[in-house]
């Protein structure tokens, strides 16, 4: 009998991959008009204040206001703002930055040190104390003003400068961020390590667990040092002295000129405080610019799991 053997079945030749597609990424037309509205929420208010303090007195009020004059001035009435009145303004910048800076360091370092204390110790009551300080979150910090002010009055720390910086230096927020980031960015085996090798609380605190929170430390200095920079209510009551004034109060009070002071001092300080205006707001432009990385990266670390 003879038997007959099947052929070998050829393997197929494999040919070159087929290419993948991409998917292109779906568009949302009213998601982009919304995006493009906030967008220009945001930069049309700042594109205005940038044409307006190229113009003097009457061109703004008779040249389209999104539009420059025809003859800009912006470098005089940028010399103008910081020389009026023996250069005032350069000081209310100045006691600005003061207020700010150290109220953004302060508030930053106070936030991490008890952030890391109620993400890293366990006590009695630390669950009911960090719920207080997220109801804190939610008061208003106008509805504190006026018994700050009676509190500070007695002790004689009304018209100086602390009355602004002590006040600012309390940050809820920064606080329950800083304690939420800090939960997953200083490992607890980091900390038992430093323990046995025979380091205190304190120098694993200042030497360890501070570099780590060092993006979340740089979020809240931006928050808060905008929160202090645009303060207008606590030093409008705590300050009586034109010398300690911030730039907003500073503003505010050449704008109450302008408005009250006649046709004369009407022309002469509406450029200022318009001039003013876009000045004070360049060093926070820089501080964010400057800072951007680390903020960026802070408020992401702080969503994701280590």
């Known amino acids: 009998m003879t038997v007959t053997i099947p052929a070998a079945t050829a393997a197929p030749v494999a040919g070159p991959p087929a290419p993948v597609r991409r998917r292109r990424p779906r568009r949302s037309t009213p998601l982009t008009i919304a995006m493009f509205a906030a967008l220009a929420y945001f930069l049309l208010p700042l594109f205005w204040l ?17 539009w420059f004059s025809h003859s800009p001035q912006l470098l005089a009435n940028i010399e103008a703002a910081v020389t009026y009145d023996g250069g005032v303004f350069v000081r209310w910048l100045l ?31 630390s669950t009911a104390w960090f719920n207080l300080v997220i109801g804190a979150v939610m008061v208003p910090t106008t509805a504190l003003a006026i018994p700050t002010y009676l509190l500070f009055a007695q002790v004689g720390l009304v018209n100086t400068a602390w009355a602004v910086i002590l006040p600012s230096l309390v940050n809820p ?26 380091a205190g609380e304190l120098r694993i605190f200042a030497g360890i667990a501070l570099r780590m929170l060092a993006p979340g430390l740089v979020t809240v200095v931006l928050f808060t040092l905008v929160a ?25 009070s050449w704008a109450a000129q302008a408005q009250n002071g006649g046709a004369g001092a009407s022309s002469e300080m509406l450029p ?35």
């Open 50 to 66: 940038l044409v307006s303090s190229t113009k003097n007195t009457q061109d703004l009020f008779t040249t389209f206001g999104l």
């Open 173 to 198: 927020f920064g606080l329950f961020l800083m304690r939420v980031y800090a939960q997953d960015a200083v490992p607890d085996q980091v900390i038992e390590a430093a323990r046995i090798d025979g």
């Open 95 to 125: 006691n600005t930055l003061l207020y700010a800076v150290v109220s953004a360091v302060g508030a930053a370092l106070l936030a991490a040190a008890a952030g890391y204390g109620f993400a890293k110790f366990r006590f009695r009551g």
């Open 272 to 306: 200022l405080v318009v001039t003013g205006s876009l000045l004070s707001i360049v060093p926070l432009v820089i501080a964010f610019l400057l800072l951007q990385r680390y903020w960026q990266s802070g408020l992401a670390a702080g969503s994701v799991k280590q």
């Open 228 to 252: 202090t920079w645009n303060n207008y209510f606590l030093p409008l009551i705590m300050l009586n002295d034109p010398k300690l004034y911030p730039v907003t109060v500073g503003l505010a």
